[in-house]
């Protein structure tokens, strides 16, 4: 790798690096540890292909969908993990609601199986069609579909406080609602 090459590598990692880590930290349910994983992963994939790669911070987002993909096919027997119940809401006017609501979304994605987990992810942080999360999972735009219907129907009965539980799972409430824990 010549030296121009390298720079904007670190340059970019340097301005990605958060981003992308959040995205990973979702896509993980919120385990530090195998973010920080598979960002680096990512990273290191990308750095093999550099010279070839267009748009870098798809490619290393692409990248990090398939090998989180990869990691909970091969676990399917896979842990629980175990969080802390959020604090009660005192109803005080105190600016601590966006940080609740990011509490409690984080701790309903986290008891998500991995598939639904990744797929609202896809759906709702990243804002990605229908199309762009069946092509970026290798599945169909109906996987996607029902997987998002079952995902918020579940998520619904996890964190009932994220919206009325009688709301359709595409009505825009629910989207808002997991934008709105975006960090």
Known sequence: MNPQDHERFRDFVDARWSALLRLANLLTGGDRHEAEDLVQIALLK??????????PEGYVR??????QI???????????PTFAT???RL????????????????GALARLTPRQRTVLVLRYFEDLSETEVAAALGCSVGTVRSTTHRSLARLRTLA??????????????????LKGART
């Open 70 to 80: 990869s990691r909970w096919r091969l676990r399917r027997p896979h842990r629980e």
């Open 62 to 67: 692409k990248v990090m969908y398939r090998h």
């Open 46 to 55: 990308a750095l093999g292909r550099w010279r070839h790669i267009e748009d």
């Open 160 to 177: 009932p406080e994220l919206g009325l539980p009688g709301q359709n799972a595409t009505t825009a409430p629910h989207a808002m609602s």
């Open 91 to 106: 109803g005080v006017a105190d600016g601590t609601s966006a940080a609740d609501l990011r509490i409690t979304v984080s």
């Open 86 to 88: 959020p604090p009660e």
